[in-house]
């Protein structure tokens, strides 16, 4: 029988051709209606809120839950009927799934067992499956959105669901529920299926246990442990509680896909034959093919034998193709699409929007997370969250100056492409070089024509850094050579010459990193896209003298952060997010040394150490910033500020970072060892999305 709630005084009779019978639930978008279809059949109407009806972004994100749900094949999920607009409001018309979310008969009922258990995750994989390949991520799977429908488990509510192939960066605002968020999902960076396959372990560990593995105490408490923590897997054993644990790690590229689950609740011994989803979703409504081992069968049957094999989640880089993510209806024509921007930390995926970590400062920048009261925004850009670094009062008259003694003469600068501010003054030990502003949903380069010369338009460059000494310009080309070879081309403004040199061969992409300190070598970063997860498989060093790449394949690369020049520049380093490690190769890919203990790095490598390269900075365990002696590791001093993320070093005795400007935008601030913001080097205007990258100037 259906359970739903009257309507109320508010609330039409009638939407459409549809006679609206009572309130099944309501959200922070919209109210969902039991109603009766023409035919006399019962559907759920889901209806934009009145109070969001001139607002432009939730009008679209309701919209493209339509288009998300009309691309995802109807395996255990909630099939789209229709759409329509009632009182300037839009409305979409699903299937109703007659039966009660896993929260609430998990909070009636108790946590589920055995083969009920064992149904369950196959059948919600299987949804994730078939949301994966039409090219979408859930981005809020969690236990109220799986309904418990007589035929099996199905997954609705795609409210937030995105397109694998959409151009977001940190600037998206991450909406999900904290309980069941991935960690690069809370960081607010690209979200890929990963972060579906995350929430679906957190949603089995409550379904078998009741709670959920990281808590639903306070929001900040659940954060910090999905972050920083591991989780509490309670009584949860067996097979599942390995596939779990799987799809936990921190680092997205660690976790199996939906159909890598599937096979191995499924007991398939390979990844080779993978099995139709209607065999799997067939699985979910009955008694499952094969119960898994580990979990207790019905009254009087035995238990099942242990599987014989297990199939690995991943596969070795380069030597090994990775399984194939399915087809999209638009294959892409030229080197990877700008991998996700993300700076090295431990969970976070490898990559970067543009191969190297810059800033990306803009409104949306801020994080919101959808709870079931309503909606919370959090202005906390980036890692450094309130709770997690010491507060710190705005500087006022009365306190100590900063290191910074003296401060020299800026002039206000106003750069194209938006509400962008320079203040820069000629003695300056890093100046602005390049950066990127966001326009339709399409990046634009900038780069400068010298270390103090104007900037210009690169419309055919993903990414584009000028040398130390202003006088050579790199880009990465929008597409592959004819040969199928992603290219960096490297202009000498001197000269005038022109020149392009082949890296890698297409699937893999080379980003484009850093320089060397001597203007004489580039840094690129060997990437490739896997099932919507960005990989670092290892690096290119370019020689503009010899225009040659050696291109360096790094072994056991799973895991690791892009790559960034060390503090010598006669190797290069990267994050080790399995051994929360920074480790140090040599220009071979040989591993040289490690330093653990470090807390977290607060950007990306490309900008991790000071000028001289005897000092890098981190975020320390308790949110305050920490420098380190690079050849000992030993901790120089640690110190707290007002900044909301560190980006690099200004000088040897400052860093530079950026911070939300009272809410009219964003700058990017000095700061010293002190904490103190000294100046600022660039505002943005409020809704702006920059990433600026700032060059040591020789």
């Keep these: 029988m259906s359970q739903f709630a009257p309507l109320k005084q508010a609330d039409p009779e009638r939407l459409g051709d549809y006679e609206l019978l009572g309130r099944l639930g309501e959200g922070g978008q919209g109210v969902v209606y039991l109603a009766t279809a023409p035919g006399g059949g019962k559907v759920a109407v889901k209806w934009l809120r009145a109070e969001l009806a001139g607002d432009e972004v939730s009008i679209s994100r309701f919209l493209r839950e339509v288009q998300v749900a009309e691309r995802v094949a109807p395996f255990c999920t909630a099939a789209v009927l229709a759409k329509g607009v009632a009182q300037e409001r839009p409305y979409i018309v699903s299937e109703y799934i007659e039966g009660p979310s896993l929260y609430a008969i998990v909070q009636e009922k108790g946590p589920r067992t055995g083969n009920g258990l064992h149904r369950l995750a196959v059948g919600t994989a299987t949804a994730l499956a078939a949301i994966h390949q039409a090219g979408i991520v859930h981005r809020d799977f969690k236990p109220a959105n799986v309904l418990l429908a007589a035929d099996g488990p199905?997954?609705?509510?795609?409210?937030?669901?995105?397109?694998l192939n959409a151009n977001a960066t940190i600037t998206n605002m991450p909406v999900g529920t904290p309980s069941y968020m991935a960690p690069e999902q809370i960081m607010g960076e690209l979200v890929g299926p990963a972060a579906d396959m995350f929430s679906w372990a957190n949603t089995m560990v409550y379904a078998a246990t009741g709670k959920a593995p990281f808590g639903n105490d306070t929001m900040h408490a659940v954060i910090n442990r999905v972050l920083n923590h591991e989780p509490d897997l309670g009584r949860l054993d067996g097979p599942l509680r390995e596939v779990v644990e799987s799809c936990l790690a921190k680092d997205p590229a660690a976790r199996p896909t939906a159909e890598q689950v599937i096979m191995r609740l499924l007991r398939h011994p390979t990844l080779g034959s993978p099995i139709p989803l209607q065999e799997a979703a067939a699985a979910a409504t009955g008694p499952p093919l094969t119960p898994m081992p580990g979990l207790a069968p019905p009254p009087g049957q035995p238990a099942a034998p242990p599987p014989t094999t297990q199939p690995a989640a991943g596969q070795p880089p380069f030597t090994q193709p990775p399984v194939a993510p399915a087809p999209t209806t638009q294959p892409p024509q030229g080197p990877p699409a700008r991998p996700p921007h993300a700076p090295a930390q431990p969970y976070r995926r490898p990559g970067g929007k543009r191969g190297r970590t810059g800033l990306v400062v803009g409104a949306a920048a801020a994080f919101a997370v959808v709870l079931a009261a309503g909606l919370i925004v959090i202005t906390a850009p980036w890692k450094h969250l309130p709770w997690q670094r010491a507060a710190t009062p705005a500087p006022t008259p009365t306190r100590p100056q900063s290191t910074h003694t003296a401060t020299p003469a800026v002039t206000p600068v106003r750069l194209p492409g938006g509400e962008i501010t320079l203040f820069e003054s000629p003695s300056d030990p890093v100046r602005l070089t390049s950066y990127e502003v966001r326009k339709d949903e399409e990046w634009v380069d900038y780069a400068r024509a010298s270390l103090t010369g104007r900037f210009a338009a690169y419309p055919g460059h993903w990414e584009s850094l000028v040398s130390p000494d202003g006088r050579y310009l790199a880009g990465r080309a929008r597409n592959y050579t004819p040969d199928g070879y992603d290219p960096v081309i490297v202009t000498d403004r001197e000269t005038g010459a022109r020149f392009t040199v082949k890296t890698v061969r297409k699937p893999l992409g080379a980003s484009v990193r850093a320089w060397s300190r001597d203007g004489r070598r580039i840094l690129l970063n060997v990437e490739r896209d896997v099932g919507g997860v960005w990989s670092h498989l290892g690096f290119v060093v370019v020689d503009v003298r010899t225009r040659k790449a050696t291109v360096v394949r790094v072994k056991d690369a799973r895991g690791l952060s892009a790559f960034g020049w060390d503090g010598s520049q006669n190797g290069v380093v990267s994050w080790d997010a399995r051994a929360r490690a920074l480790r140090f190769f040599d220009l071979r890919g040989t591993p040289t040394r490690e330093l653990k203990g470090l807390g977290e790095l607060p950007s990306g490598t490309d900008r991790l150490f000071s000028p001289s390269g005897r000092q890098f900075a981190t975020t320390c365990d308790d949110g305050a910033t920490c420098i380190w002696d690079t050849r000992s590791g030993d901790?120089?001093?640690?110190?707290?500020?007002?900044?909301?993320?560190?980006?690099?070093?200004?000088?040897?005795?400052?860093?530079?970072?950026?911070?939300?400007?009272?809410?009219?935008?964003?700058?990017?601030?000095?700061?010293?060892?002190?904490?103190?913001?000294?100046?600022r080097l660039l505002q943005s205007g409020k809704g702006l999305s920059v990433s600026p990258v700032f060059t040591p100037a020789r």
């Design 635 to 679: 901790r120089l001093r640690r110190f707290a500020s007002d900044c909301d993320k560190v980006i690099g070093w200004f000088d040897e005795q400052h860093l530079y970072c950026w911070e939300l400007d009272n809410g009219r935008g964003y700058e990017v601030q000095v700061v010293g060892f002190d904490g103190r913001l000294v100046r």
């Design 154 to 163: 199905r997954v609705i509510d795609f409210g937030i669901a995105r397109a």
